[in-house]
Nanobody
């Protein structure tokens, strides 16, 4: 059983940065595509970013492109989401998700929807407010 745990959220001001981590226990992440999603109150869960198993394919939502960077350290079983120039509209609970399809992001050519992922973390709150 793959277990994902997000961390790194918090309360920050507009323009600040945060780095979210998605650590896992269980099986190695080597063959899993990883996605980051977020959900604001009253809104649907939306895809933020996706990374293929080797890290060679990365994809971003238009709303975060140029500000967020996804990366992975398979040796340490961790995936990161570096978030820079944060805006109030980035406020949400952020989730990481995994699916045992190494090239899923690349095949889709973007961020597969939430129902394509089998494993989910519990989420971490990010609040951007002055």
């Amino acid at each position: 059983q793959l277990q994902l745990v997000e961390s790194g959220g918090g309360l920050v001001q507009p323009g600040d940065s945060l780095r979210l981590s998605c650590a896992h226990s269980g099986f190695t992440l080597d063959y899993y595509a990883i996605g980051w999603f977020r959900q604001a109150p009253g809104k649907e869960r939306e895809g933020v970013s996706c990374i293929s198993s080797t890290g060679g394919g990365t994809y971003y939502a238009d709303s975060v492109k140029g500000r967020f960077t996804i990366s992975r350290d398979n040796a340490n079983n961790t995936v990161y989401l570096q978030m820079n120039s944060l805006k109030p509209e980035d406020t949400a609970v952020y989730y990481c998700a995994a699916e045992y399809r190494a090239l899923m992001c690349r095949i889709v050519g973007g961020i597969p929807p939430p129902n394509e992922y089998t494993y989910w973390g519990q989420g971490t709150q990010v609040t951007v407010s002055s």
